[in-house]
């Protein structure tokens, strides 16, 4: 599986399937800082990821 992070870094993930809150957790990524997606469709932390799919992760931006 292909790992895309927001500073457009690409890792590759080879512990598959598992569900995307364990690859952030495992990357160092915290969940709550973060989205995910798949081909352009938003993905939930129990989301299981499959060694074909390539996920992109997108910082959210805090700001006031």
């Known amino acids: 599986m292909r790992l895309i992070l927001s500073d457009r870094d690409v890792r590759i993930f080879e512990h598959i399937p598992a569900p995307v809150e364990q690859i952030l957790l495992e990357q ?4 709550l800082e973060v989205i995910v997606s798949r081909n352009g469709k938003l993905l939930s932390e129990d989301t299981v990821i499959q060694a074909s799919d ?8 805090h700001g006031g």
């Open 28 to 31: 160092g990524i915290n969940p």
């Open 54 to 61: 390539e996920v992109r992760i997108i910082r959210i931006a």
